[in-house]
């Protein structure tokens, strides 16, 4: 059974510029939660996609968006790029109900310059 | 809102005993999770209480007491390879996870 599989693993972008991250989840996992990981912040939920709708979301500007689609792979979005948007971005696969488990990719490392 | 909370490190030397806690402010949670971290890689699943009381899985264990909103993880016989970050997770709903700040744990030989 595959992995959770993110894409691309490394990406340097400039500011202001947009950045689109994959998600991959496990087959026959239904949703997909995004994290943004930074050095003393830990995980910081961004949102979660159950069936292509989005179940729920964190904390975030509306420069960080993402979709779910049909075969539940997913994708973030960030626009107009800024410097602290420099992080590991994590996605976690799980069944979508009643989860007790998730399965997190190797993530994506963005760099803004 | 959803919060939760761990110490920042802790050290302890190999075969030791060493117990992280997690304390949380919240409503909805279904229950606790903890999550390993080497350096450089993805988090990965160490255990689950949806219960109160103690979840044992070899080295480690879980406990949960819900009225208290808190948990910890309690590892044994510590090895090298245990140096890791550590996360508690509260279960939203059953849906998403939300994570503590994470617990870095240094194994001295």
């Known amino acids: 059974k595959a992995g959770v599989t993110q894409t691309p693993r490394y990406l340097i972008k400039t500011r202001g510029q947009q950045v689109t991250l994959s998600c991959s989840p496990i087959s026959g996992h239904r949703s997909v939660s995004w994290y943004q990981q930074t050095p003393g912040q830990g995980l910081q939920f961004l949102f979660e996609?159950?069936?292509?709708?989005?179940?729920n979301k964190g904390n975030f500007p509306g420069r960080f968006s993402g979709r779910q689609f049909s075969n539940s792979r997913s994708e973030m979005n960030v626009s107009t790029l800024e410097l602290g948007d420099s992080a590991l971005y994590l996605c976690?696969?799980?069944?979508?109900?009643?989860?007790?488990?998730?399965?997190f990719g190797q993530g994506t490392r963005l760099t803004v310059v | 809102g959803q919060s939760l909370e761990q110490p920042s490190e802790v050290t302890a030397v190999e075969g030791a005993i060493v117990q992280i806690n997690c304390t949380y402010q919240?409503?909805?949670?279904?229950?606790l999770s903890w999550y390993q971290q080497h350096d450089g890689g993805a988090p990965t699943f160490l255990s689950y209480?949806?219960?109160?009381g103690l979840e044992e899985t070899g080295r480690f264990s879980s406990f949960l007491s819900r009225s208290d909103s808190y948990g910890y993880l309690l590892l044994q016989e510590l090895q090298m390879k245990d140096s890791a970050s550590y996360f508690c997770?509260?279960?939203?709903?059953?849906?998403?996870?939300?994570f503590g700040p994470g617990t870095r744990l240094s194994v001295l030989p």
């Open positions: 976690a696969s799980s069944t979508g109900g009643g989860n007790t488990e998730a399965f």
């Open positions: 209480n949806a219960l109160d």
């Open positions: 919240t409503s909805g949670f279904y229950g």
């Open positions: 997770a509260g279960n939203n709903y059953g849906q998403n996870f939300v």
């Open positions: 996609y159950f069936s292509e709708t989005q179940r």
